[in-house]
């Protein structure tokens, strides 16, 4: 556990407490020197709306997100874990997307958006997908989550099927000998079973949805007028576009201190449900 430990400690631990440190300073990023301000960056940030509005739209992208993503995987692994054709060939071709890299992933899909969605609603007369995907808010929000949950919810099938894999036969067999139906084992068996596959999933889903920022910045570049932009996208533009470093640095503190609470709340009531096997 040494090296990561320290490794933890140089990525993580060490340059959150910087950015902590400078956000209650005026540094620009570039100056050699700095003067120490208070809370006058943070008061800033709870005053700017375009912050606010940003972190609102990477809430509810994450919401939707984390629930298609888990409700598509956990269907996956299901019918997965059943004895059927092919099986381990199916299971490489769902988590296939999440090897695509989040930039590539972005234009990858706006060309798929732009151009085969709206050729092929055309040719059939669905204007749902013929519409100009990045001009108003809701479709560019909607075509971060369509794209986001393609990706995520292959690797959450990998849990998911793991979590299938870990429960006893025996429980499914003794269900079924006492009656009970496939629904029922499925509500009553398998899914108190997966509890701890679920916390892990929703854990990550949400982890990793807050923070996007390679996929949105290639996929709708915030468009239009920044009204798809993400709060990661924000903090970037703040600190290093406009050379307000110590001000991106508050904007950040808050984020993460956004983040770590969601988190930890939604582990806190899924692992209350968790039963041991």
Sequence with gaps: MGPTIILY?????????GEVFYSFTDWNGISSSFNMVGLKNYIKTF???KYWYSMWFTIKFSFFTVIFSNLI???????????IPFRNFWRALIFL?????????????????Q???????KATGLSWFAQDWFSTESSSFWALVIVFTWTLSGYLMLIYS??????????IEAATIDGAKKGQILKD?????????ITRCLFIGINWAMLLYDTNISLTSGNPFRLSEGATMNIYATAFRTNQMAYGAAKSTIFVLVVVAITILQVILTSRKEVEQ
């Design 9 to 17: 400690l140089l990525l993580f631990i060490i340059p959150f407490i």
């Design 47 to 49: 005053g700017d709306e």
């Design 73 to 83: 995987a956990f269907v996956w692994s299901y019918i997965l874990s059943h004895d």
């Design 97 to 113: 997307p999440r090897i695509i890299g989040g930039v590539i992933l972005g234009f990858l899909w706006r060309f798929i958006f």
């Design 115 to 121: 151009e085969v969605f709206v050729q092929f609603g």
């Design 162 to 171: 793991a979590g299938f894999a870990s429960i006893p036969d025996t429980l």
């Design 189 to 197: 068996v398998i899914i108190p079973m997966l509890m701890p596959s």
